[in-house]
């Protein structure tokens, strides 16, 4: 067996083709699962696995000459073949999943063993960074190379940034606290032993029983384990989709899902739906967990008929590819009810226990969750009302009216399965007369009293309202908090209503940043540009700017000054905002007003008014008509545009 720290392949003459098939052979799983690693997951499960073996098998030196070479030098430079392969087909070379010799076998679908909440985090922290990276993991990992030896090889199979895609591959394990090898070396990235499903069980009718198949994991010896259902024992398993996607069959059998242990967000070193436990008094209800599943996969109806699916904007309501995690299983409002977690999205899937009625399936966003963000979900609504299941770490449930500030907050009951007595939300519509929110408290085994509030905007996950305190001389710039102290408080009392826009978007959080205080013209009082920014889960977000003025009343709404989709402004990526509006006085006089936030150094104006002031605020006698657009220096030397024109009163 050739030493775990052996040097890279070196450019160079191959090795003697027998001396590479005898070191394939003996070290072939190892080669296709490093393979597997770095090959891109966008092939999806199925198709990376068959191209993880075309890799390793297409790596054999070709026509007989070749130097004479020792066992380590000849892994070498095998291993040498696969690497680059595979980094290849991330910048664009396609893979044939037929072609020479690869094994296939008609109608069946491959798959990896699906492992456990642990495997499913690090399979999408691996998602989220370039082939070169997760072959740098495994090579430092799985392979046990040096330090200095990684950046080598890399470069030497094409990769331009070695030492980027080394750093991060050191953050990735240092993320999973010493359990790296045992993750990568499990059953989730392991593409000689698999699963098989079929691809067109409905086309073909489900006429026929599909046995298991064992396919020879080339000349390793290493057994595909084939552990298709016979048929009628569960829902059978859909040939794609709505969006076609074959591979989802792999997902559907309810045995399979996956089950975080109760304690599991106590000792993660992330908070996030991944360490939900399944809870709910029907959790092993496999019936109901297979019809809900194969809602998913789009394989038929409920008890009552054809299952009615919806999608928050951003979202694919396509079927898993993997076996998802099982969140909640029981009965809520009459009717019976399943949540399930596939890494990047959440499903609800009900169906009415008794009458009429047709059951349904709703598909949201939930990847990159934290704390507050993956707090709770929509079990069920009701009368204006939602019951609420909680993260294992919240210790605590309030409920408040955000329109107010100064009421106490009212407990929430919450039963022993985690779901919370029905909490009034937000009227869809007609006047804005309460705005009632969820304020969760996390528990000290992971945060000390860290309270926080979520709204219910009628998606399944209620969105993190944070604040953003104005700016302050001598204070550095403020990072949104919890709008759980009074002056957040009053802030959101003043901006709860314009949320209704944002109903069924898909949106994650809000945050109220208030970016700068102006002195009103003719004595009127000091007033704060709030710019409220959304941000959705599938990434885009909007901003909403609006000027609150003094007022006897904690709830008076602010007045609207731009909107804007799809921008950074306001956020982590575009912390620079300026922004305008016409104001008229109490004595009839009107006024430009615009205000800009810390960086900005001068405002000037075009259009229908011609103006400039050299500070971050402006206030100057203007008409009523006429559009003016708003533009800003930065103290940095750039400029900003303004959030919208300032368009003429109507």
């Given at each position: 067996?050739?030493?775990?720290?052996?040097?890279?392949?070196?450019?160079?003459a191959?090795?003697?083709?027998?001396?590479?098939?005898?070191?394939?052979?003996?070290?072939?799983?190892?080669?296709?699962r490093?393979?597997?690693?770095?090959?891109?997951?966008?092939?999806?499960?199925?198709?990376?696995?068959?191209?993880?073996?075309r890799?390793?098998?297409?790596?054999?030196?070709?026509?007989?000459?070749?130097?004479?070479?020792?066992?380590?030098?000849?892994?070498?430079?095998?291993?040498?073949?696969?690497?680059?392969?595979?980094?290849a087909?991330?910048?664009?070379?396609?893979?044939?999943?037929?072609a020479?010799?690869?094994?296939?076998?008609?109608?069946?679908?491959?798959?990896?063993?699906a492992?456990?909440?642990?495997?499913?985090?690090?399979?999408?922290?691996?998602?989220?960074?370039?082939?070169?990276?997760?072959a740098?993991?495994?090579?430092?990992?799985?392979?046990?190379?040096?330090?200095?030896?990684?950046?080598?090889?890399?470069?030497?199979?094409?990769?331009?940034?070695?030492?980027?895609?080394?750093?991060t591959?050191?953050?990735?394990?240092?993320?999973?606290?010493?359990?790296?090898?045992?993750?990568?070396g499990?059953?989730?990235?392991?593409?000689?032993?698999?699963q098989?499903?079929?691809?067109?069980?409905?086309?073909?009718?489900?006429?026929?029983?599909?046995?298991?198949?064992?396919v020879?994991?080339?000349?390793?010896?290493?057994?595909?384990?084939?552990?298709?259902?016979?048929?009628?024992?569960?829902?059978?398993?859909?040939?794609?989709?709505?969006?076609?996607?074959a591979?989802?069959?792999?997902?559907?059998?309810?045995?399979?899902?996956?089950?975080?242990?109760?304690d599991?967000?106590?000792?993660?070193?992330?908070?996030?739906?991944?360490?939900?436990?399944?809870?709910?008094?029907?959790?092993?209800?496999?019936?109901?967990?297979?019809?809900?599943?194969?809602?998913?996969?789009?394989?038929?109806?409920?008890?009552?008929?054809?299952?009615?699916?919806?999608?928050?904007?951003?979202?694919?309501a396509?079927?898993?590819?993997?076996?998802?995690?099982?969140?909640?299983?029981?009965?809520?409002?009459?009717?019976?009810?399943?949540?399930?977690?596939?890494?990047?999205?959440?499903?609800?899937?009900?169906?009415?226990?008794?009458?009429?009625?047709?059951?349904?399936l709703?598909v949201?966003?939930?990847?990159?969750?934290?704390?507050?963000?993956?707090?709770?979900?929509?079990?069920?609504?009701?009368?204006?009302?939602?019951?609420?299941?909680?993260?294992p770490?919240?210790?605590?449930?309030?409920?408040r009216?955000?329109?107010?500030?100064?009421?106490?907050?009212?407990?929430?009951?919450?039963?022993?399965?985690?779901?919370?007595?029905?909490?009034?939300?937000?009227?869809?519509?007609?006047?804005?007369?309460?705005?009632?929110?969820?304020?969760?408290?996390?528990?000290?085994?992971?945060?000390?009293?860290?309270?926080f509030?979520?709204?219910?905007?009628?998606?399944?996950?209620?969105?993190?309202?944070t604040?953003?305190?104005?700016?302050a001389?001598?204070?550095?710039?403020?990072?949104?908090?919890?709008?759980?102290?009074?002056?957040?408080?009053?802030?959101?009392?003043?901006?709860?209503?314009?949320?209704?826009?944002?109903?069924?978007?898909?949106?994650?959080?809000?945050?109220?940043?208030?970016?700068a205080?102006?002195?009103?013209?003719?004595?009127?009082?000091?007033?704060?540009?709030?710019?409220s920014?959304?941000?959705?889960?599938?990434?885009?977000?909007?901003?909403?700017?609006?000027?609150?003025?003094?007022?006897?009343?904690?709830?008076?709404?602010?007045?609207?000054?731009?909107?804007?989709?799809?921008?950074?402004?306001?956020?982590?990526?575009?912390?620079?905002?300026?922004?305008?509006?016409?104001?008229?006085?109490?004595?009839?006089?009107?006024?430009?007003?615009?205000?800009?936030?810390?960086?900005?150094?001068?405002?000037?104006?075009?259009?229908?008014?011609?103006?400039?002031?050299?500070?971050?605020?402006?206030?100057?006698?203007?008409?009523?008509?006429?559009s003016?657009?708003?533009?800003?220096?930065?103290?940095?030397?750039?400029?900003?545009?303004?959030v919208?024109?300032?368009?003429?009163?109507?």
């Amino acid at each position: 067996m050739p030493a775990r720290h052996s040097e890279p392949a070196l450019p160079g003459a191959p090795p003697r083709r027998e001396e590479a098939e005898a070191v394939l052979v003996e070290h072939y799983p190892r080669l296709v699962r490093l393979a597997y690693l770095t090959l891109p997951p966008a092939l999806g499960r199925h198709r990376r696995v068959l191209a993880a073996h075309r890799v390793v098998q297409r790596a054999l030196p070709r026509g007989p000459g070749g130097r004479e070479a020792g066992r380590d030098e000849a892994y070498a430079w095998v291993r040498g073949r696969v690497l680059a392969a595979a980094l290849a087909a991330e910048r664009g070379t396609r893979l044939r999943a037929r072609a020479c010799g690869l094994p296939f076998v008609a109608g069946l679908r491959l798959f990896p063993r699906a492992g456990g909440t642990d495997e499913l985090g690090l399979d999408r922290a691996l998602s989220a960074v370039d082939a070169a990276a997760r072959a740098a993991l495994a090579l430092r990992v799985l392979e046990g190379l040096p330090p200095a030896a990684v950046p080598e090889l890399l470069a030497a199979a094409g990769t331009p940034a070695p030492h980027d895609a080394v750093r991060t591959a050191e953050r990735l394990a240092a993320e999973q606290q010493g359990r790296a090898e045992t993750l990568l070396g499990s059953g989730e990235f392991d593409p000689c032993t698999v699963q098989t499903r079929p691809t067109d069980l409905l086309r073909r009718g489900g006429g026929r029983r599909l046995a298991g198949a064992a396919v020879a994991c080339a000349a390793a010896g290493v057994v595909l384990a084939a552990v298709l259902p016979a048929r009628g024992t569960h829902p059978p398993a859909p040939a794609a989709g709505p969006a076609g996607s074959a591979e989802s069959g792999a997902a559907l059998d309810p045995r399979q899902v996956v089950r975080a242990p109760r304690d599991a967000w106590a000792h993660a070193s992330r908070m996030d739906f991944t360490v939900w436990p399944a809870r709910g008094a029907r959790d092993h209800d496999t019936a109901l967990v297979g019809r809900a599943l194969a809602a998913w996969g789009g394989a038929g109806g409920g008890p009552t008929g054809r299952v009615a699916v919806t999608a928050t904007p951003g979202t694919a309501a396509t079927p898993p590819d993997r076996s998802p995690q099982l969140l909640y299983a029981g009965d809520a409002d009459r009717a019976a009810v399943v949540l399930l977690y596939d890494g990047a999205r959440v499903a609800r899937y009900a169906e009415p226990m008794s009458g009429g009625g047709g059951a349904a399936l709703d598909v949201s966003r939930a990847d990159d969750g934290d704390v507050t963000t993956a707090a709770a979900l929509v079990v069920s609504r009701a009368a204006g009302s939602a019951r609420y299941l909680l993260a294992p770490w919240v210790a605590e449930a309030t409920g408040r009216d955000l329109l107010r500030p100064d009421s106490p907050a009212r407990t929430v009951r919450v039963g022993g399965d985690g779901v919370t007595d029905p909490v009034r939300g937000p009227a869809p519509g007609g006047p804005c007369g309460l705005w009632p929110v969820l304020q969760l408290r996390s528990s000290q085994r992971i945060a000390e009293r860290h309270a926080f509030l979520l709204s219910d905007l009628g998606d399944l996950s209620p969105v993190h309202l944070t604040y953003t305190p104005p700016p302050a001389a001598g204070v550095s710039a403020r990072s949104p908090r919890e709008a759980t102290s009074g002056p957040a408080l009053v802030s959101w009392a003043r901006t709860a209503c314009a949320l209704t826009e944002l109903r069924g978007a898909g949106v994650k959080a809000v945050n109220n940043w208030a970016f700068a205080q102006q002195d009103m013209p003719e004595h009127r009082g000091r007033a704060t540009w709030v710019c409220s920014r959304a941000d959705t889960w599938s990434g885009p977000g909007r901003v909403m700017v609006q000027v609150q003025q003094p007022s006897s009343s904690d709830t008076a709404p602010g007045t609207f000054a731009g909107k804007a989709r799809n921008t950074a402004a306001c956020g982590r990526f575009g912390q620079n905002v300026v922004a305008g509006l016409r104001w008229r006085s109490p004595a009839g006089h009107w006024y430009l007003l615009a205000a800009g936030s810390r960086a900005v150094s001068s405002i000037s104006t075009s259009g229908g008014v011609r103006a400039r002031a050299g500070s971050r605020t402006l206030a100057v006698r203007a008409p009523a008509t006429g559009s003016v657009r708003l533009s800003a220096r930065l103290s940095t030397g750039g400029t900003l545009q303004g959030v919208a024109p300032v368009e003429p009163v109507p």
